[in-house]
T-cell receptor, first 112, second 111 residues
């Protein structure tokens, strides 16, 4: 069975550019989460979707970050005007409603 | 101070030894407790999932939760070199869904 997949696996961009990161959750999982992991740290929560709607976006650091899940399956995390401090691994997880969260391999974002 | 504290290590043990890991936390609302294993350049992999206080055993892994002390532990018996990884504790409140992670402990099991 397929797990959570994320594309691209690596993304290098220049300061000020726009990036999109994609997450394909496990089939049938209604909940989807985005986390950010800086080097040597644990993941930090960004946003949680239940179905198509963002149920909790309290972890988004500022208005340059935005995420969508238009059909309740695939999600895209969008970062505008990237800064060097945005460099991190962006992790996606999915779960059945209220259940255990299963993580994807992450997208390693480097902002030059 | 962080909500969840975890010693970063590295923790180095010989093959076959017991690995003992722990986390402390400050938020008494946390009800669900997890341990994840993360290999270099990979996503976290769920090892153990427990609710409230008590012990849970799964193969070589034992998780303990002491809510009165706000302290959780993971023990790995008969450790193998393949257990070398970073171990992350995570927890969440009953009402919420977001996980709060510790910073991770790097474990090295030497053959």
């Amino acid at each position: 069975g397929a797990g959570v997949s994320q594309t691209p696996s690596n993304k290098v961009t220049e300061k000020g550019k726009y990036v999109e990161l994609r997450c394909d959750p496990i089939s049938g999982h209604t909940a989807l989460y985005w986390y950010r992991q800086s080097l040597g740290q644990g993941p930090e929560f960004l946003i949680y979707f239940q179905g198509t709607g963002a149920a909790d976006d309290s972890g988004l650091p500022n208005d340059r970050f935005f995420a969508v899940r238009p059909e309740g399956s695939v999600s895209t995390l969008k970062i505008q005007r990237t800064e060097r401090g945005d460099s991190a691994v962006y992790l996606c997880a999915s779960s059945p409603r209220g259940g255990e969260q299963f993580f994807g391999p992450g997208t390693r974002l480097t902002v030059l | 101070q962080k909500e969840v504290e975890q010693d970063p290590g590295p923790l180095s043990v010989p093959e076959g030894a017991i690995v003992s890991l722990n986390c402390t936390y400050s938020n008494s609302a946390f009800q669900y407790f997890m341990w994840y294993r993360q290999y270099s350049r990979k996503g976290p992999e769920l090892l153990m999932y427990t609710y409230s206080s008590g012990n849970k055993e799964d193969g070589r892994f034992t998780a303990q939760v002491d809510k009165s002390s706000k302290y959780i532990s993971l023990f790995i018996r008969d450790s193998q070199p393949s257990d070398s990884a970073t171990y992350l504790c995570a927890m969440r409140a009953a009402a919420g869904n977001k996980l709060t992670f510790g910073g991770g402990t790097r474990v090295l099991v030497k053959p």
